[in-house]
Structures are given as C-alpha cells and as structure tokens.
C-alpha cells in the first residue's frame, strides 16, 4: 500500500448562470441554471512514504484543488484518495494532526503574537510534549535562523522572515506529510536558498513526504527528482524530473573553450549559436545527436581547453510542453507508471 493513494479523483464546481430579460435585467429569483467547471478530471497517482514530488501546471490547472482534497479542505465529487490509511475529508481531526501545510500567500501564525507565542499555541493545539516540541525547536532555529525574529510579532516579520517562521510552525509536530503552496515566493536567492536546504534536510533526515506545488521552477531543479504535471485537471505526466528533460528538453548546448584560434569551427549536425575568441557555443537537438558523439567530433578536430554540456532551464522544458501541446491526457495514460520504490531517508 502506497502511503498516498489518488484514484480516479475528481472534483466538479458549479457555477449559477445568470439569465438576463429583454431589457437586460439580471432574472434568475425563481429558477437557476447552472455550468459546471471540472477542476479536478479523473487523476490517479500514487507516493511512496519519504518522497519528494513537484506538482506543476499553469493557473487554473488544478493544483491547488487536488491539494485542498489531499488536506481534507475539500471533499471530491469522484475518486478515492488515501493519505497515510486515512481519508482526509472523513477523518479530518486525525488527519490534520498528521499533516503539515504551508501556503506561501497565507501564514498559519497568529498576527498579533510574537512567532515564539504563536508556536507555543501549536504544541498545545497538536498536543506535542514538551521535551520533543523543545528539540525540535532548537533544531528548526539552527537550520532556519529563527532566534532573531522569535519575539518579533508576525505582523511585522519581512516576507522570507514570515515563510521560516511558517516552515518551523508547520513541522513543530512532526508531521508525516508536508504540503507546500508557493513557498519561496516573492523571496530573495538568500531566503530560498535557506528555505530549499531546510526542506532537503528535514526530507533527508526525517523522511517526512513534501509534495511541492509552485511556479518557481528553480525550487523544482533544486528539490524534486520527481515532476507531475497537470493541465484543465488531467494528469499529463508524473516521472523523473531527468525523464521529463530527456523527452521534452529539446535542444541542448555544448559550450566550448579552444585551446587555440581556428578559422572554421563548424560541426556536422550542430549550430553554431555564438563565437567570443576561442569560446564557442553549438547548439544539438539530442534526438538527432548524442552529446558524447559531437564531443568525439570536436575532439578529433581541434585541441580544446574546456567544454561544457548545458541542459535546457526546466523553465523552458515545461513551457514549452505546455505551448507546444506535447503531451495529450491520452498520451499520459499510455505512459508506464513511475517506480514507486521509496527512498531511503
């Protein structure tokens, strides 16, 4: 049994159409039709215990309805989902006691209060022991350098300041499973970089599962060897992060450094993209070549000094998945499913 099981989820809205008279006014006091707009569109996965998953997709995919459903917010209109063996909309309470949640928009701290008071709370509403609440709060100071904002009310806490603060309240009571909503938004290279070590280290060290939804795909390359993609509420593609680059990245760039000056530096089934003395930039799609065959290529014409193999931004990868319609709800199905052997924390 994976520890969440996502079967044939979906989840239906319905939305009133306002009818208008012949003069225009709104008319709809006595009957009321309605359309429906599906969020969420019959989406299967599973995750293993100590995973660390990326949810992605452009606004109105479905993101963020699957999460509320995952969290117990919302109940589906189809489908099953199994979180830790519980049902999250059945069994709210226990559930909630076992999950950790983090929206990058909203903070679960309490405005008025200094942070040290607001995660005081916390262990009385999850009923942590004292001894254990205390290490875990000298350990989430040290990672998350929290010691000198934990009498500052929330209010007045800068934006990365808030989002340490939200991590550390989130985790207090060792959840078994973290979902993160846009959690480095808005923040500076210092604050997400502080940020994606913390969630490396408590993944590591605790094995607790993050599932990551965010448009911030930096955060993606940095933390999840593991991509699902939703659009218009289906499930697109769920798999390595390295499978998705290797299928969609397109074209890739081997950056070059001569040892010498060369007059023709053209290779065979690569373009020339830029020339700055005796660095060269070519550019290769990797379905027609290999980049062990045009660095063999390049090796027996010329003397080089340095070379470097440049994948495509993640960014671009998915862009591009997205604009180009390269992946069909149809194809996705097709797709062998992922290996679901968990790692080892």
């Given amino acids: 049994m994976s520890f969440i099981e996502v079967r044939a989820l979906s989840k239906v809205f319905k939305i009133a159409k306002h009818r208008r008279g012949a003069l225009g006014a709104l008319c709809n006091l006595t009957t009321r039709a309605y359309t429906e707009v599906r969020a969420v569109d019959g989406i299967s996965f599973d995750i293993q215990q100590g995973e660390l998953v990326g949810y992605l997709g452009p606004n109105g995919a479905g993101k963020s309805t699957t999460i509320k459903m995952l969290t117990g917010i919302l109940a589906p209109s189809g489908g099953d989902v199994s979180v830790a063996g519980l049902v999250p909309w059945r069994q709210r309470v226990a559930h909630t006691r076992r999950i950790g949640v983090v929206f990058g928009q909203r903070t679960s701290l309490w405005w008025d209060l200094p942070v040290v008071e607001s995660f005081d709370l916390l262990r009385h509403i999850y009923k942590v022991p004292h001894d254990r609440f205390r290490n875990n709060l000298k350990r989430f100071e040290d990672l998350l350098e929290l010691r000198p904002f934990f009498n500052t009310p929330v209010r007045s806490l800068s934006l990365g300041q808030r989002m340490r603060a939200d ?13 993160l909503d846009e959690p480095t938004i808005g923040l500076d290279v210092v604050a997400k970089e502080r940020i994606r070590s913390f969630i490396q280290e408590v993944n590591a060290r605790q094995g607790v599962t993050f599932i990551l939804t965010t448009h911030d795909l930096g955060d993606v390359q940095k933390l999840c060897g593991r991509v699902m993609l939703i659009d218009h509420g289906k499930l697109l593609f769920d798999g390595p992060l390295k499978e998705l680059q290797a299928r969609f990245g397109g074209e890739r760039e081997v950056v070059v450094d001569f040892s010498q000056d060369y007059d023709d530096v053209t290779v065979e089934g690569a373009t020339l993209v830029s020339r700055q003395g005796q660095q060269v930039t070519y550019r290769f799609s990797r379905h027609a070549l290999r980049a062990s065959q045009l660095i063999q290529q390049l090796s027996q014409r010329f003397q080089l000094a340095d070379l470097t193999v440049r994948e495509p931004e993640v960014e671009h990868t998915i862009r ?19 290996s679901q052997e968990a790692p080892q924390p």
């Fill in 320 to 338: 591009r998945i997205y604009e180009e319609k390269l992946l069909t709800p149809d194809e996705a199905a097709s797709q062998e499913a992922p």
């Fill in 167 to 179: 991590l550390a309240a989130a985790l207090l009571h060792d959840p078994q499973v973290v979902f």
